[in-house]
């Protein structure tokens, strides 16, 4: 039957196609106001895009656990073999705008969200093991140099490999980004992977430190910068073709969970920092242990309501689950909440996206676009402590076990005694093959074009200290790409 046509307000409308004039030429009266408010809503349709990560793509799905780890964890979502936990995934591309090409190399944002029992838990990672930076101080200094230059209003490669050549801790990341994993295919053959150190609590009381790692089964596939050129000349919206038309077909794209668990005292005796973003723990000292299976089964009716305003944030644990000192994560823990408030309102965790899926209580009250009243349990109960019995009250019986820290305040050099080599040569020397190394090196010798020969000097420099086959290699593919660009002219 045909739906009657309304003002928000639900008054019926008689015409949608003529503005009322006064007479058939016009000009247009006042009192119009479903003009008005069409052109006003109109106007109020984008909302700020994120100030990284704008581009994405996203999908609802199912969490199933096939492993037992409750000796690690009392999270409820991996409470018992066979459980199941709904949850929402966004991929994204860090760089570019909310209208970037898909196929642009560049991490891959890799965010998960899942509604469990006790509240939502939010993994909000990239398909890298690492980062460029290690302290947050430098996160903003980082993402200019991938934003535009103010006064070109061009992505520039001398602001960014100036500030990775002298930023050594960037080496391991760098090397990612430009190695094939740097451009995946679709956001189904790539890896995701929690990247920081986390922590896992048991019921006993127990932490154990915890990195989770989210393994593609529908494989790797990449493509070489000159095969993106050619599908961004057919399509710039390839990521969003492949995810939305995968689960439409009913073809639904699957990732094996897989957690490294390191007990809480070995973090004193690794040889490097386990709380450091930008290292990796290797596989021989922390195996793989496998949790359960993540599959991505319904696309969201509405990308805007559904995607672009889902709001991820590490912030954002369940009783189990728990940070680390990392001190790249302790600044995200604030980041992430503060640009929701920004981006879409003090109430963006009542979205119907981000709402848990869990009883909800609080004693936060008003605020803008407040739609829900309160959650206090008890309508007399606005404020905390309180008399009133069935009014919401804290559970002792989640507190997490405290965790040691000492040390005095300063602020310490994070780059003195820092071994920044020796895990990007075990990926350079024992992780790829010949033909990756190849690629490796021309890819860098692209992305060098145009750069101060005493910038690229500094970043050869580096990449010696891993390997001095590294930097011969990148030397020769510039040359050879210098080469052909004069045959060319
Ligand atoms: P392993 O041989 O056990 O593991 C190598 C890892 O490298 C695999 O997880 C593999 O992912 C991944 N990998 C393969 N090619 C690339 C690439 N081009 N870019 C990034 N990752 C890639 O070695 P170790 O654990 O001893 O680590 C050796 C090096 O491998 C590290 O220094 C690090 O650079 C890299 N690495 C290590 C990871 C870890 O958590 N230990 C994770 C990812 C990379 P897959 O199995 O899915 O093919
Ligand atoms: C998005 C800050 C490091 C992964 C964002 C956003 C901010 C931010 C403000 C936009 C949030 C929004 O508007 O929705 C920071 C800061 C960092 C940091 C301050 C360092 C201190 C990292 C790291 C990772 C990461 C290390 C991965 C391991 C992501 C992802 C998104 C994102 C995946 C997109 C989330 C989504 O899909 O909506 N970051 N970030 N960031 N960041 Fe970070």
Redo the contacts with the bound molecule.
Sequence with gaps: MTKRLTTTAGAPIADNQNSLTAGPRGPVLLEDYQLLEKLAHQNRERI??????AK?W?AYGTFTVTNDITKYTRASIFAEVGKKTELVA???T?AGELGAADHERD?????VKFYTDEGNWDV???N?PV?F?RD?YK??DF?HTQKRHPKTNLRSATAMWDFWSLSPEAIHQVMILMSDRGLPQTPMHMNG????TYSFWNKDGERFWVKFHFKTLQGHAHYTNREAEEIIGRTREGYQEALFGAIEKGDFPKWKLCVQIMPELDAEKTPYNPFD?TKIWPHSDYPLIEVGIMELNRNPENYFAEIEQ?????SNKVPGVGFSPD???Q??V???A???R???GTHYEALPVNAPRCPVHHYHKDGNMNFFGQRTGHLDAYYEPNSFADSAKEDPSVAEPPLRISGDAARYNHREGNDDYSQPRALHDKVMNEEQRQRLYQNIAEAMQGVPDEIIERMLGHYALVTPVFADGVRAARATLNGSLAAAE
Excluded at 310 to 314: E, G, I, K, M, T
């Design positions: 700020p895009e994120r100030v990284v990560h994405g996203g966004r991929f994204s860090v991490v891959r944002g890799f965010s909000v990672g990239n890298t980062f930076v947050a996160f903003p993402i992977y929690g990247s920081h973003l889902a709001a991820f944030s590490p001190k790249m994560l600044a995200r604030f980041s992430y503060d640009a929701h920004y981006r879409l």
